[in-house]
Nanobody, 125 residues
Framework: QVHVVESGGGLVQAGGSLRLSCAVS????????TGWFRQAPGKEREFVSA????????NYADSVKGRFSISRDNAKNTVYLQMTSLKPEDTAVYYC??????WGLGPDAGKYDYWGQGTQVTVSS
């Protein structure tokens, strides 16, 4: 059984940093792509970033390029989203997802197979 668990969210002031973690169990490392999405109140879920199964390919939404960085610890089967220079508009529930069909690193949430429950990130102005 596959489990995806996010952690690391919290309240931070604008300009601050947070690191989100996504622990995946039930899948072998290097067999899935990983994506981060977020959903703000009243808005649709949107793509944030993705990491390839090999750990060498990445993709970022324009809104987070240069501020967010995705990475992975193979030994822990955990993917991280380092978020810096946070803005109030980054406030959202952040979700991690695994794509076992390896359908690229695009923003289509429908291509991801397993999802976590989300972690809240709140950025105060």
């Amino acid at each position: 059984q596959v489990h995806v668990v996010e952690s690391g969210g919290g309240l931070v002031q604008a300009g601050g940093s947070l690191r989100l973690s996504c622990a995946v169990s039930g899948l072998t490392i290097r067999t899935y792509n990983t994506g981060w999405f977020r959903q703000a109140p009243g808005k649709e879920r949107e793509f944030v970033s993705a990491l390839s199964w090999s750990g060498t390919g990445t993709n970022y939404a324009d809104s987070v390029k240069g501020r967010f960085s995705i990475s992975r610890d193979n030994a822990k089967n955990t993917v991280y989203l380092q978020m810096t220079s946070l803005k109030p508009e980054d406030t959202a529930v952040y979700y991690c997802a695994a794509n076992i069909r390896l359908w690229g690193l695009g923003p289509d949430a429908g291509k991801y197979d397993y999802w976590g429950q989300g972690t809240q990130v709140t950025v105060s102005s």
